[in-house]
Structures are given as C-alpha cells and as structure tokens.
C-alpha cells in the first residue's frame, strides 16, 4: 500500500514539473512571436491598436486598410 503511495506521489510530482517546464517554453515562444510582431509594427500602427470605432463606413474602412484602428463595434441599434 505505501508503495503505490509513493509511486503515485512520484508520478504526480514529475508530471507537474514537466507541465511547468512546458508552460514555460511555451510562454517564451509566446513572448518571442509579440516582440517580433511589434519590431514589426510602425508607432502610428501601435497606436491604432488602441483605438475602436464603432459602425464601418468608407472613412472608418480607410483607417482599418492603414492600421490606425485596433478594432470595431457593428451592430444595430435594437429594438425600436
């Protein structure tokens, strides 16, 4: 009986460091692709990932073609 104990209690622990190894790789991926993405990015297109427009329009849909807006709202009114 305590042999399995232990044997549980090892597999247990091994299994949580090797999840914490994994979750730190892949957090370190993570972190690598975003500062390559923003390397990429000019300060007027991370500026307009700050910005949300509501409703598209033709002027609204220039400013997404330039990067100058993070993302929209469309929608209808409700109801009348």
Partial sequence: MQLKFIKLTFFILISAILQ???????????????E?????????????????IVGVDEYQEELIRQGKTGSGLVGDDGPE
Avoid: H, P, W, Y
């Fill in 36 to 52: 390559t993405i923003l390397s990429k990015m000019t300060l007027d297109e991370k500026i307009g990932q700050l910005v949300q």
């Fill in 20 to 34: 914490f190894c994994f979750s730190i790789k892949a957090q370190e991926d993570f972190n690598t692709e975003v």
